[in-house]
């Protein structure tokens, strides 16, 4: 079995830049929510866990559009190379 790299970890694991930034985020907005209604840590809690998933959602759908540009990249390439003769020898 190999290694994973940093970025298929991220994928796996859900996190990554922007989920930890949209966490750090709720968590902020929670503990001010918190503390001007006294309610403990449930807006903490609430807060955290919607960034998180916003920030997850933001994450998928910029993998999907980058995944599509690559596929659409290797293909246009492989077109043009084919037919304008790049890579031949």
Do not use: P, Y
């Not at 907005?29 to 998933?53: P, R, Y």
């Not at 998928?60 to 659409?72: C, R």
Request: contains cysteine.
């Amino acid at each position: 079995m190999r290694e994973l790299n940093r970025h298929e970890v991220e994928e796996v694991s859900g996190a990554g830049i922007i989920a930890d930034a949209g966490a750090a985020l709720g968590l902020g907005i929670g503990k001010i929510v918190d503390a001007c209604n006294d309610s403990g840590t449930k807006a903490t809690e609430a807060g955290t866990a919607l960034g998180q998933g916003i920030g997850q959602v933001i994450e998928a759908s910029l993998n999907t559009v980058s995944n599509a540009a690559n596929s659409l990249g290797g293909l246009l390439g492989g077109f043009l190379g084919g037919l304008f003769g790049f890579g031949r020898r």
